[in-house]
Nanobody, 125 residues
């Protein structure tokens, strides 16, 4: 079992930055691929970014490429999402997710077994 707790959301103006954190507990953190997803009101939960367990590979949604950076600190059992140049369309609840294994950078939400409770990010225009 893995428990995930997100933090760092809030209200920011367009063009601003936020850093989300996700603290994990319950198993060997480096054995898990970690992803970030987001869900805006009335929309499906969508992929944002993913990082492999040993920090060798990352993948991003086209909508955030060049603005967001996913990283992890395996010594602290934490994954981060640095969000720069934020836009109003980035407004959503952001979720951290994990899946056991590091063989592939899955972008589908159904591939992830463990989820955090979510943190709200609101970008004002």
């Amino acid at each position: 079992q893995v428990q995930l707790v997100e933090s760092g959301g809030g209200l920011v103006q367009a063009g601003g930055s936020l850093r989300l954190s996700c603290a994990a507990s319950g198993d060997t953190f480096s054995s898990y691929t970690m992803g970030w997803f987001r869900q805006a009101p009335g929309k499906e939960r969508e992929f944002v970014a993913v990082i492999s367990g040993r920090v060798t590979s990352t993948r991003y949604a086209d909508s955030v490429k060049g603005r967001f950076t996913i990283s992890r600190d395996n010594a602290k059992n934490t994954v981060y999402l640095q969000m720069n140049s934020l836009k109003p369309e980035d407004t959503a609840v952001y979720y951290c997710a994990s899946r056991y294994g590091n063989s592939y950078l899955y972008t589908g939400k159904d591939n992830y077994a463990y989820w955090g409770q979510g943190t709200q990010v609101t970008v004002s225009s």
